[in-house]
C-alpha cells in the first residue's frame, strides 16, 4: 500500500456515444402490450380478490355472525429467511380482527379503504398515502382524523392481500416517497398511462442530473448494453461518478440509493437486473447501518414488511464495498463506533435471519465490532480526490468474485 | 372555649407557681387551681412568662440584690397574660380576631341549647362601623343565664362549667367568650354587651361588663332590666377592630361548616355588607333531633400522667388508695385496684394523702402493665351517617355521597370517634384538590390545615386505588369534598389554638380506616360511572359506524340500497347481542 499516493486524474478515454442497440419499435409494442396483458390480469385478480373478501364479510353478516378479516402479522419474529429464495418471507401467524363494538369504526374504514383500492384499479388510478387520507374526508363518520390512522389501515390492507400475491403499488396505494437517481447506459422505455405512446428515456443524457426513479415501476422496459448495476449509498459519491461519466468507462448503470433505498428504487434494480440480466454490487459506507440496513434492505426486504420483500428486494445484489477488511487495506481514516452502532451490530447478529445465514458476513461484523471504528465511502478521498473512480472502484471491479454475499 | 389556650395558661402557671410559693408570694386565688392538673403537659408558653419575668429583673446589669429582685416579682393575672398574649386564644390578626369572636360565640351558644334540650336558633350578626371596625352579635334561643353568673362568665377568665369534666362538649375552658370581650375592650374600648332571660316568667337582663385585667374580675358598667321578646336565650355584642376576609377563612365558610357538622341546628348570618346577599343567609337544619346527651365519664387510668396522679390522691375523698383508684377513675373495680396496688408494691389501705412520689410513680407504672378494660365509649355522641349524608347533601350538589362513623375507639385512655363524609361530583371542580373540611367536637377546625393529623391521614391514603388522581404525597385531585370529624372527650390539639389535631397513631388510623371505606365506596360509583360512560360510547359507536360497514360493502359490490339496510339492521342485531346491557 505504500506505493499508494495522490494521483491526478487520467485522460478518459475520448467520449463514445453509448448506443445500445435500439429495441426495435414492433419489439417494444409487443412487450407493452405484454405488460398491458400481465396488469389488465393483475387488476381483474386484484378487483376479485378484494370482492372476495368483501362477500365473505357480506355473508356472515347476514348469516346474522360477526365477520371476521385476517392479517398477516407484521414482526420480525414471523419472518423468516431462506438462502435460497433469496428474501425475507412473512410467516403464516395470523391476526384476526373480528367485527365487534371496539372494531367497528376500523372495520368500517377497512372496507372503505378497500372500496377506494377497487374504484382506482378499475379506473387505472392511484393514490399516495396522503392522497386516501384526504379522501377519506368523504366518508362521514368513517373519517380518517390523522394520517397515521389511515396508514395504518392501509398497511393491514396491503399486509393481507400481499400474502395473496398482490402488492400495495397493484392495489394502487404508492409510496410517497422520492425514488432514488440513475444514470448510464441505459434507455428506460416509459409507454404513457393514456395513449400507449412509449417515451424513450435515455439515462446518459441528463448532462450532470440524473434520471429520478418513478414511484410505480412495473410498466417501464429497458434497453440496455452495460456490464452491471452500481447502488450507491451517498449522493456525493453518485454525483462524482456521475459527473466523471464513470457509467462510460466502466459501462454501467449508477443508482443512487440515498440512504435505505424506497420500495421503487430495490423495484426498479430488482426489475432491471431481473430482464436484462444484469449483475448488481452494492457500495455503501462501512458502519452497522451501512449494512445492516442499507445493503440488508436492498438485497432481501426490510423485516417490519417482510409481507413486500418478495417485490421489493435484490436476492441477486452484492456487497463491493467498503468492507471492514478495505479499512485495513486501504489504510483509510476512521471514526469510532458509536453506542447505537454497537448495538446495531450485536442486534444484527443476534436476531437477523440474513445474517445468521451467512457466514462470512458475520466474521466481517466481528470484525468491525473488534476495530471499533467505521470508514465512509467518501473516506478514500484520503488518497485523492478521483481516487475511487481512478483506483478503488477498478480494483474491486476486476474480482467480482471477492464481493461479500 | 379553646381547651388549649387552657393548656398554654396552665402551663406558664404550673411553670410559674413554684417559685413563686418558694419565695412565700401570697397565694392566688383558686378558680384556676385545678387547671395545675395539667402542668407540664404543654409547656408551650412557658418559657416565654419566664423570661419576662427573668429579663426585667437582670436589665440594671449591676448589682441587684434578690430582695430588690422580691419586690419586683409579683402575681400575673390570667386576664393580663392573655391580654399580653392574645394570639394563644386565636386573636393574632384582626381577621382571624373577628372570627374567632364569633366562633367562641357561636360554640358556647350551641353548647348551652344542646345542655337545656333546647334544638338551637342562632343569630349571628356582623355590623361594620367603619373601616375596621366591626360589631359582632350572637343571638341564641338557649337558656339564658342566671342574673349572678353574668358578670363572672363573660368577665372573667376561666371560669365555667365545662372544664371540671371528661365529657364530649364544644368548649372546655370557659376563656373563649370573654378573652374576646377583653379584646373588644381592649382594641375599641366598648364594653361587652350581655342580654339574656331565662324564662318566659323572668325579666330580660342587660348588662354592659368590662374585665379589670389586673384582677381578673369583672366590672358592671350597666345592670338593667329590659323588655325582651324571646322567652329565654342570650344575645352576646362586641365591638372590635378587625378585618371581614372571604374565602377558606372566612365567617360565612366557618358558618357553613359548622352547620354541616351540626344538622340540628339553625344558624341565620347578617353579613356586614348584605347588599350582596340579599340580607341575611339563613344555613337550615336537617332535623329537629338533638344529638344524643353524652355521658361525662372518669378518666382512664391509662390515660393519667403521674402529676395528675399524686394531684388526684391529694384531692380524693376516698380514704384508701384502693378506694381512690376505683371511685376516681373508669373501669378499675376492686380485683384490678387490688392488682395494681400488689404490683406497685404499694399497700391497698394506704390513705391516699399519705403516697409518697415514689409509691405514686410506682402505681403510675404498675398501671400500665396491668391489663384494664378500654373506657366506655357510649360518651361519644357521633354525628351520625344519615345526618352527616344529609347535611352533605344541603350543603353541596354532587353525584355521589357517602358517610361512615366508625366505631369508638381509645387513644391513651381516653375515647374518640371518627366520621367521615364525602361528596364526589355534580357542582365540584375536577381540576383542583380535594376540599378538605376538618373537626373536632362537631367545631370546624380552618387554619393550620398542614399541621393536622386529619391532613396526614388523607394525604397517606392511597386514593389512586379509588380511580382517583393524587400527586405524590398530596392532596388527592378531583371533584370531592371530604369531612373528617373527630369526637372526644379530649380532643388533641398540636397547639394552643386548637387549630390542628394531633399525630396519635391510634387516631391517625381510625382517620384512614374512615377515608379507606368511604373511598371504596366513592371508587364503586366512578366505576359504575365509568362503564356507563363506556357504554353510551359504544352504543353511539354502533349507531355511527355500522352504516359505514354497510356502504363500504356496498361500494365493493355494488349491490342495492335495500341489501345495505338489510345489512345495517343483521349487523346491529348482531352487535347488540353481544353486549350486556
Known amino acids: 500500500m505504500a506505493a499508494r499516493k495522490k494521483v491526478t486524474r487520467k485522460k478518459v478515454a475520448p467520449r463514445k456515444k453509448a448506443a445500445p442497440k435500439r429495441t426495435p419499435d414492433a419489439v417494444i409494442q409487443k412487450k407493452v402490450q405484454e405488460v398491458r396483458k400481465k396488469n389488465a390480469k393483475l387488476n381483474a385478480l386484484t378487483v376479485d380478490l378484494i370482492k372476495e373478501t368483501a362477500k365473505g364479510v357480506h355473508q356472515r353478516i347476514n348469516r346474522q355472525g360477526k365477520p371476521d378479516l385476517h392479517f398477516p402479522i407484521r414482526s420480525l419474529k414471523n419472518v423468516s429467511y431462506s438462502q435460497k429464495k433469496g428474501y425475507f418471507e412473512i410467516g403464516r401467524q395470523k391476526k384476526t380482527r373480528t367485527l365487534t363494538v371496539n372494531t367497528v369504526k376500523s372495520f368500517a374504514q377497512t372496507l372503505r379503504m378497500m372500496g377506494l383500492s377497487k374504484e382506482m384499479v378499475e379506473s387505472n388510478d392511484f393514490a399516495t398515502k396522503r392522497d386516501a387520507y384526504y379522501q377519506s374526508k368523504n366518508w362521514e363518520d368513517a373519517r380518517f382524523d390523522e394520517q397515521s390512522e389511515s396508514d395504518a389501515v392501509m398497511d393491514d390492507i396491503e399486509a393481507m392481500f400481499s400474502i395473496r400475491g398482490v402488492s400495495r403499488e397493484q392495489l394502487r396505494f404508492v409510496p410517497d416517497e422520492h425514488g432514488g437517481a440513475v444514470a448510464g447506459n441505459l434507455v428506460v422505455l416509459d409507454p404513457d398511462r393514456e395513449t400507449g405512446e412509449v417515451e424513450r428515456i435515455d439515462c446518459t443524457r441528463f448532462g450532470s442530473g440524473a434520471y429520478s426513479i418513478p414511484s410505480t415501476v412495473e410498466h417501464l422496459s429497458f434497453e440496455t448494453d452495460a456490464k452491471f448495476i452500481l447502488a450507491i449509498e451517498t449522493g456525493g459519491v453518485f454525483q462524482r461518478l456521475q459527473s466523471h461519466k464513470f457509467w462510460q468507462s466502466s459501462n454501467c448503470i449508477l443508482v443512487s440509493l440515498a440512504g435505505v433505498p424506497t420500495r421503487a428504487t430495490r423495484r426498479f434494480i430488482r426489475k432491471l437486473s431481473d430482464e436484462c440480466k444484469l449483475p448488481v454490487y452494492a457500495f455503501v459506507d462501512c458502519d452497522p447501518y451501512g449494512i445492516s440496513n442499507i445493503y440488508r434492505t436492498l438485497k432481501v426486504g426490510s423485516g417490519n414488511a417482510a409481507h413486500l420483500s418478495q417485490f421489493f428486494c435484490v436476492p441477486q445484489a452484492r456487497y463491493l464495498g467498503v468492507t471492514p477488511a478495505d479499512i485495513r487495506e486501504y489504510d483509510l481514516p476512521t471514526h469510532p463506533l458509536h453506542d447505537v452502532d454497537v448495538k446495531r451490530a450485536r442486534d444484527a447478529l443476534k436476531n437477523d435471519p440474513f445474517f445468521q445465514a451467512h457466514k462470512p458476513w458475520q466474521k466481517a461484523l466481528n470484525d468491525l465490532l473488534k476495530m471499533g471504528v467505521r470508514a465512509e465511502q467518501q473516506a478514500l478521498a484520503k488518497w485523492g480526490l478521483n481516487y475511487v473512480i481512478e483506483e478503488y472502484l477498478p480494483r474491486k471491479l476486476a474480482n467480482p468474485g471477492q464481493f461479500l454475499p | ?581
Open chain 2, 1 to 581: 372555649m379553646t381547651k388549649q389556650g387552657s393548656f398554654a395558661f396552665t402551663g406558664a402557671k404550673g411553670g410559674k407557681k413554684p417559685r413563686a410559693t418558694a419565695r412565700k408570694t401570697p397565694k392566688k386565688k383558686v378558680a384556676t387551681k385545678p387547671a395545675t392538673k395539667k402542668a407540664g403537659r404543654k409547656k408551650a408558653a412557658q418559657p416565654s412568662t419566664k423570661k419576662a419575668v427573668r429579663k426585667k429583673a437582670a436589665k440594671p446589669r449591676g448589682q441587684t440584690t434578690a430582695q430588690e429582685m422580691a419586690g419586683k416579682q409579683r402575681d400575673i393575672s390570667v386576664s393580663e397574660f392573655f391580654a399580653k398574649n392574645r394570639h394563644l386564644l386565636g386573636f393574632d390578626n384582626p381577621s382571624k380576631a373577628l372570627l374567632t369572636t364569633v366562633k367562641e360565640g357561636v360554640d358556647n351558644a350551641l353548647d348551652a341549647c344542646e345542655e337545656a334540650g333546647i334544638t338551637p336558633d342562632i343569630r349571628v350578626e356582623i355590623h361594620q362601623k367603619d373601616e375596621t371596625r366591626f360589631r359582632i352579635a350572637i343571638e341564641d334561643n338557649g337558656p339564658g343565664i342566671v342574673k349572678s353568673q353574668v358578670p363572672k362568665i363573660f368577665g372573667r377568665l376561666l371560669y365555667g362549667s365545662k372544664f371540671h369534666r371528661l365529657r364530649q362538649s364544644r368548649g372546655q375552658q370557659g376563656i373563649g367568650i370573654s378573652a374576646a370581650g377583653m379584646y373588644g375592650l381592649l382594641t375599641t374600648g366598648k364594653p361587652i354587651v350581655i342580654t339574656t332571660r331565662t324564662g318566659a316568667r323572668k325579666p330580660a337582663h342587660h348588662f354592659e361588663l368590662v374585665i379589670d385585667t389586673k384582677t381578673n374580675d369583672p366590672r358592671v358598667k350597666k345592670d338593667l332590666e329590659v323588655e325582651w321578646p324571646a322567652e329565654h336565650g342570650t344575645r352576646v355584642e362586641i365591638e372590635l377592630e378587625g378585618a371581614y376576609r372571604g374565602g377558606q377563612h372566612s365567617v360565612e365558610a366557618y358558618i357553613r361548616q359548622i352547620s354541616l357538622a351540626n344538622p340540628h341546628a339553625r344558624i341565620e348570618f347578617l353579613p356586614p355588607n348584605p347588599s350582596k346577599t340579599n340580607g341575611s343567609v339563613l344555613f337550615d337544619r336537617v332535623t329537629e333531633e338533638l344529638p344524643p346527651e353524652t355521658d361525662e365519664i372518669k378518666p382512664h387510668p391509662y390515660g393519667v400522667e403521674l402529676g395528675v396522679l399524686m394531684q388526684m390522691f391529694r384531692d380524693t375523698k376516698s380514704r384508701n388508695v384502693r378506694g381512690c383508684l376505683q371511685a376516681d377513675f373508669s373501669r378499675v373495680s376492686g380485683r384490678i385496684a387490688d392488682e395494681i396496688c400488689t404490683r406497685a408494691k404499694v399497700p391497698s389501705k394506704r390513705r391516699p394523702s399519705e403516697v409518697t412520689r415514689d409509691e405514686a410513680e410506682r402505681i403510675h407504672k404498675s398501671i400500665q402493665a396491668t391489663k384494664i378494660m378500654a373506657p366506655p365509649t357510649d360518651c361519644i355522641a357521633p354525628i351520625g351517617e344519615d345526618l352527616l349524608e344529609s347535611a352533605l347533601r344541603q350543603e353541596v350538589e354532587a353525584d355521589f355521597y357517602a358517610s361512615v362513623t366508625r366505631k369508638p375507639t381509645v387513644y391513651r385512655g381516653n375515647p374518640f370517634l371518627i366520621e367521615v363524609g364525602l361528596a364526589y361530583g355534580g357542582s365540584l371542580s375536577a381540576d383542583d384538590s380535594v376540599t378538605a373540611y376538618r373537626f373536632a367536637n362537631r367545631v370546624p377546625l380552618q387554619y393550620q390545615q398542614g399541621a393536622c393529623a386529619i391532613t396526614k391521614a388523607i394525604t397517606a391514603t392511597d386514593w389512586k386505588a379509588y380511580k382517583m388522581q393524587q400527586p405524590r404525597g398530596a392532596m388527592p385531585v378531583g371533584p370531592m369534598l371530604l369531612m373528617v370529624h373527630i369526637a372526644s372527650v379530649w380532643v388533641p390539639f398540636t397547639s394552643e389554638s386548637k387549630e390542628a389535631v394531633a399525630h396519635y397513631p391510634e387516631i391517625l388510623k381510625e382517620i384512614r380506616l374512615g377515608l379507606q371505606e368511604c373511598g371504596r365506596q366513592v371508587a364503586r360509583h366512578i366505576r359504575k360511572q365509568r362503564r356507563e360512560a363506556d357504554e353510551e360510547k359504544k352504543r353511539a359507536y354502533i349507531v355511527k359506524y355500522i352504516p359505514q360497514v354497510a356502504v363500504g360493502l356496498q361500494e365493493i359490490l355494488g349491490f342495492a340500497d335495500k341489501e345495505r339496510d338489510k345489512v345495517v339492521n343483521n349487523l346491529t342485531d348482531v352487535l347488540e347481542k353481544s353486549r350486556k346491557l
